[in-house]
């Protein structure tokens, strides 16, 4: 079985501050890890994943997210924070042995940035 | 925009009822997957249909079906519906079996009264 836990339901940070959102993982083989953004009444949009290779990864909008294998950790960071960023995130994995392709997610993490 | 279009945006029906959900993978897609939202169970893996063929099933209700048509084109049919049943249904799409990312519609938000 495969899982993700995000432990914060909301993170605070004010504008122009470093903000990571944090995430870890549950999978029985190697995992494909993906972070997602919703903005209210949207879909989700992805940001970036993790397959495999280099353990930091960039995605859209200055966002990155290190992978850490012996933490089964894959936190999303970014340096400078932006009000424009207050949106709801989520990280998800899928194990790269799992017959399907389906994909679990965490129950998200609401990011707000104040001015 | 993802590509991938839902409809409709928004459904009001009520208890007992069936309805269906319509959605549009990106072009050249052949993965379609449903998810589901809601307040107190998330979002929840539902399904998961590759050119046509059924590959995964999450946790999806026995009064719900899915199927995926020769153009791609995916339909989520729930039927006698409860107010517990009452979220957001998220369609995805994706290029390949395998690791890519999954792109999102906006979403159909039903409400069973």
């Known amino acids: 079985a495969q899982s993700v836990a995000q432990p914060e339901d909301q993170v605070n940070v004010a504008e122009g501050n470093p903000l990571t959102v944090k995430c870890t993982y549950s999978?029985?083989?190697?995992?494909?890890l993906f972070w997602y953004v919703q903005y209210p009444n949207r879909g989700l949009q992805f940001l970036l994943k993790?397959?495999?290779?280099?353990?930091l990864v960039k995605g859209s909008y200055g966002f990155e997210a290190e992978f850490n294998k012996s933490q089964t950790s894959f936190h999303l960071k970014k340096p400078s924070a932006l009000v424009s960023d207050s949106a709801l995130y989520f990280c998800?994995?899928?194990?790269?042995?799992?017959?399907?392709?389906?994909?679990?997610f965490g129950g998200g993490t609401r990011l707000m940035v104040k001015p | 925009d993802s590509g991938v279009t839902q409809t409709p945006k928004h459904l009001i029906t009520a208890t007992g009822q069936r309805v269906t959900l319509r959605c549009s993978p990106r072009?050249?897609?052949?993965?379609v997957y449903w998810y589901q939202q809601s307040l107190d169970q998330g979002l929840q893996f539902l399904i998961h249909?590759?050119?046509?063929?059924?590959?995964a099933k999450g946790n999806i209700l026995e009064r719900f079906s899915a199927q995926q048509f020769p153009d791609l084109h995916s339909e989520l049919n729930l039927s006698s519906l409860e107010l517990g049943d009452s979220a957001l249904y998220f369609c995805?799409?994706?290029?390949?079996?395998?690791?890519?990312?999954?792109?999102f519609g906006p979403g159909t938000r039903l409400t069973v009264l």
């Open positions: 995805a799409s994706s290029s390949l079996w395998g690791n890519n990312e999954q792109f």
């Open positions: 999978v029985s083989g190697n995992p494909y």
């Open positions: 993790y397959i495999t290779g280099d353990n």
């Open positions: 998800a994995v899928r194990d790269a042995r799992g017959a399907g392709n389906m994909l679990t």
């Open positions: 072009s050249g897609d052949l993965s």
């Open positions: 249909y590759y050119n046509g063929e059924e590959r």
